[in-house]
């Protein structure tokens, strides 16, 4: 068994993977690859209900020049995450329901788009090609 298998599976037998996840991924690249969900949203009513005003969850406001940006509930602000080649950067959070917490994360990202139309568009798809920077 390959080492970063073993802390994985040390990880998982302490009760310890969910919050030390990012941390595994980044760490131990050999690990095999888990499939994530990726959707879509934008900055209006619809995709983000009574939270649609102008602003991220970590207070950044919305521009035209926002940098590639997705909300995900188990990573901290700030945190660079690399989806099919494309970095983004989590500025926001999103329902536990879809995307968990800190200590019971689902594997998802919600990827931030500059029209409902866009997002719509792009829907939902499941990769393997994630990595935590």
Known sequence: MK???VVLLALLIAGTATTNLASAISEHNDIPRQTYR????CACTKCCGKWADGRFANNEKITASTSPTIACNWLKFGTKVKIDGIIYTVRDRGAKSIFGSFSAPILAFDIYCKSHVGARN???????NVEVL
Request: no cysteine; net charge positive.
């Open 122 to 128: 792009k829907g939902i798809y499941y990769t393997n």
């Open 38 to 41: 990726i959707s879509h949203y």
């Open 3 to 5: 080492k970063s298998h």
